[in-house]
């Protein structure tokens, strides 16, 4: 019910609320509400941004006349195709037009989207001659005060190719184009001096003109570049061929990027010859960076180390997955990657596979890619992965993190043993019961108290973890003060409740410990054996103010 003295209905809202709601709404839906009321007639117009969508200037009786059927089935199909295409075109050219100079004021948002259920191309080939469906909307003379432009074209084929220098834009600031087709560049006498944000997914886009568009935006911040195809220079690519008579043999060829002030690059999922190209990315005020891939190829692409000791990395998000051929292959490539993050502060690792396999167990391997590498600002570590419970060796790749990491202050650990064995729906109606379950035994609890167990003493005794133990760690120390631990408690004495134990043992600062064992079960954990446990353990733990059961 709405509020007294409220709006009751929607054209009860102030005009500003009404144009917002416009704002994001489809041109020709927009304008259909002129014929509400004479209010609402202006009020489209006024909103300052234009959606164009190919589906909404398609209908079924837009369709051609079905050809003969003494006639080829392929020339019926393509002659079908091409005559609605072009009709198809025609209307919404006319439409995006009107759209546009039906404004009343400055264009600041233009969106365009080109659906393949609407059989609209965006480029079509008339009598010989290409034509740029996209480059002729985003060329409009009403798009020329445009600040935010989106230009998603759905699954057509990759002989698409749209031209970054269409828009004539000097206002320019987000970008945000998804497409599989081609991205050329931006003419060199075109600047787009506004451009703070560039969003480019599912896009061909050579690396030499990867590089003339950031050279033509001066003051981009953010990029981020997601399932994209780079290929490596013209440039370098001619020069090979210069070089050698006969074949080109496979040469590692070295290409690097440079942004002079972006602060912000994700580099997801994105592909290039990696066998033959080593790319590097010089960014000196780069303070984020999160980058998804494969782990086996991930050592193909390097940050540049900033020589000002100031410079750092604010905080690197690398989620690192396995190819399933990479076999062994991917605790060198791990490693050598993990070496261009030596000045960040926050570092969040996510692996969906078992780690294992990134462990350094040799003696040998662990000078040869860990000599000398000392993350001396890292002050929060936050792992995911999974381990194998029968395993000897999980948690070695945490000692060998942890090793790296002397002035560690917050840790952050969840572990799982398969993230796809069990159903969501299936742990959620679990964990409910259990939850419940947990809330009745609290409320009719006696003073007797119950171990993680289910017994009545807890156990004293710190596990043993093969490489935690064995190792000497500075941030456990002087430095380490937070432990959040997320796993779930599938038996009493699993390996999230011996790290646990092994933290608040040997962690000499430890203020808080953060427990999530997955199921809620709070009469687990909430008695006084606990208290006793660090009353016991005082003299190892004098700056302990607790350990609380929280989701981490």
């Known amino acids: 019910m709405a509020a007294a003295g409220g709006p009751r209905c929607l054209s009860d809202l102030p005009d500003d609320v009404l144009r917002r709601t416009l704002y ?55 002659s079908y195709v091409r005559r609605f295409s072009i009709k198809g075109r025609e209307a919404f050219l006319c439409g995006a037009g009107e759209a546009l100079a039906a404004a009343a004021g400055p264009v600041t948002r233009l969106a365009v989207v080109v659906a393949e259920d609407s059989r609209i191309h965006p480029t079509l080939l008339v009598d010989g001659s290409k034509h740029d469906l996209i480059g002729a909307v985003i ?69 030499n003109d990867l590089q003339r568009i ?51 690059i ?31 190829h991930s050592d193909t692409l390097s940050l540049k180390q900033q020589a000002a000791s100031s410079s750092y990395l604010a905080r690197v998000d690398l989620d690192l997955s396995v190819d399933y051929h990479a076999g062994d292959q991917v605790r060198e490539p791990f490693w050598r990657f993990i ?13 969906d596979f078992t780690m294992d396999r990134v462990a350094l167990v040799a003696k040998e391997s662990q000078d040869d890619l860990l000599g000398g590498l000392l993350f001396r600002h890292l002050e929060r570590l936050e792992l995911q992965g999974q381990y194998e419970p029968r395993s000897k060796t999980s948690m070695v790749m945490l000692a060998n993190l942890l090793h790296c990491f002397p002035v560690l202050c917050d840790l952050r650990v969840k572990l799982s043993k398969d993230l796809t064995s069990r159903k ?51 941030c456990l120390q002087s430095y380490l003060r937070r432990v959040s631990l997320h796993f779930c408690m599938e038996e009493p004495n699993c390996l999230g409740v ?24 709070m009469c687990e954990h909430m008695n006084t054996s606990v208290g006793r446990w660090i009353a016991k353990n005082s003299t190892k733990m004098r700056n302990l103010a607790g350990v609380t059961v929280l989701p981490c």
């Open 24 to 78: 994001f709404a489809p041109a020709r839906e927009g304008a259909a509400t002129a014929v509400l009321s004479r209010r609402w007639r202006w009020l489209w117009r006024t909103s300052g941004a234009v959606n164009l969508d190919t589906r909404s200037f398609c209908s079924s009786h837009d369709e051609p006349e079905v050809q003969s059927q003494a006639q080829p089935w392929d020339w019926r199909f393509e």
């Open 139 to 207: 060329g409009n003379p009403a798009a020329q005060h445009v600040e935010e432009l989106l230009v998603e074209v759905e699954d057509w084929n990759k002989e698409i190719t749209l031209s970054f220098g269409s828009l004539q834009s000097e206002t320019l600031r987000t970008a945000r184009i998804i497409s599989r087709g081609s991205i050329t560049a931006a003419r060199p006498d075109t600047a787009f001096q506004q451009l703070v944000d560039l969003h480019l997914e599912r896009c061909t886009v050579p690396l």
């Open 214 to 264: 950031v050279d033509a935006a001066p003051k981009l911040e953010k990029l981020h570049l997601e399932s994209c195809y780079m290929p490596p220079k013209e440039e370098e690519e001619e020069k090979e061929d210069e070089e050698f008579d006969g074949p080109v043999p496979n040469v590692v060829r070295r290409c690097r990027i440079v942004f002079p002030v972006v602060a912000a």
């Open 339 to 351: 070496r261009n993050f030596s000045t960040v502060k926050v570092l969040k690792i996510q692996l």
């Open 498 to 521: 011996q790290l646990a134990k092994f933290f608040v043992d040997n962690a000499m600062v430890l203020e808080e410990t953060h427990i999530d064992d997955g199921s809620q079960k």
């Open 266 to 296: 994700v580099f997801a999922r994105c592909t290039y010859p990696r066998k033959e190209v080593r790319l590097e990315l010089d960014a000196p005020r780069l303070r984020y960076l999160r980058y998804e891939g494969d782990v086996q």
């Open 424 to 474: 969501r729906s299936s742990i959620d109606k679990e964990a409910r019961a259990d939850f419940d379950k947990s809330v009745d035994r609290f409320r009719h609890r006696r003073s007797r108290t119950l171990s993680l167990s289910g017994e009545n003493d807890i156990n004293h005794e710190a596990s043993y973890i093969p490489g935690l133990n064995d190792e000497s760690l500075n």
